[in-house]
């Protein structure tokens, strides 16, 4: 069975940091594009984050970029999102999500979603 | 980055409706486009890619249309397990999604 699995939410102050783990299994992990999309509490889905397969190329959305770092572990099937400089306005539910038909880290669909991890940030 | 536009924003209909929600760019995406539909609680799930293609498992009552700036999703037959909220996204570099359409019992 296609499954992830993430982990590494928690409660954070501003200005700290947490790394996400997304556990990939019943697929060729590395064959496939990987992103983080999160929903702050009754919001809409944001895109976060996307890593090629090979993890040669990553994207970002502006309202993370220069804080929070995607990387993969291909050898442990593990997607992982380092997140630094926390804000309040990051609480949200991070789902990791895999590209449906591409290695390539754009242009592709999300066909597999985890359950989500929540992060709140606050003092 | 590309804005995304969905109408309604909330959609109250019974069992049997056919139901259209529309998504609109704000520049041309070709047919660079997704529809998830959401339940509370829990992760969106696809069903629609490239526009109009529909993803393996999901009932034929869904379709998808458009390309360029204006797309619609269609429900032939609205069902119980419909009522959730529906979300598009375009697919370049940096993804971004509508802002959801809510789709309630009437």
């Known amino acids: 069975e296609v499954q992830l699995l993430e982990s590494g939410g928690g409660l954070v102050q501003p200005g700290g940091s947490l790394r996400l783990s997304c556990a990939a299994s019943?697929?060729?992990?590395?064959?496939?594009?990987m992103s983080w999309v999160r929903q702050a509490p009754g919001k809409g889905l944001e895109w976060v984050s996307a890593?090629?397969?090979?993890?040669?190329?990553?994207y970002y959305a502006d309202s993370v970029k220069g804080r929070f770092t995607i990387s993969r572990d291909n050898s442990k099937n593990t997607l992982y999102l380092q997140m630094n400089s926390l804000r309040a306005e990051d609480t949200a539910v991070y789902y990791c999500?895999?590209?449906?038909?591409?290695?390539?880290?754009?242009?592709?669909?999300?066909?597999?979603w985890g359950q989500g991890t929540m992060v709140t940030v606050s003092s | 980055d590309i804005q995304l536009t969905q109408s309604p924003s909330f959609l109250s209909a019974s069992v049997g409706d056919r139901v259209t929600i529309t998504c609109r760019a704000s520049?041309?995406?070709?047919?660079?486009l997704a529809w998830y539909q959401q339940k509370p609680g829990k992760a969106p799930k696809l069903l629609i890619y490239?526009?109009?293609t529909l993803q393996s498992g999901v009932p034929s009552r869904f379709s998808g249309s458009g390309s360029g700036t204006e797309f619609t999703l269609t429900i032939s037959s609205l069902q119980p397990e419909d009522f959730a909220t529906y979300y598009c996204?375009?697919?370049?570099?940096?993804?971004?999604f509508g802002q959801g359409t809510k789709v309630e019992i009437k």
């Open positions: 999500a895999k590209a449906a038909y591409s290695s390539v880290g754009s242009g592709d669909a999300f066909d597999i």
């Open positions: 019943g697929f060729t992990f590395s064959s496939y594009a």
């Open positions: 890593i090629s397969g090979s993890g040669g190329s990553t």
């Open positions: 520049q041309g995406i070709s047919s660079y």
């Open positions: 490239a526009a109009s």
């Open positions: 996204q375009q697919l370049n570099s940096h993804p971004t």
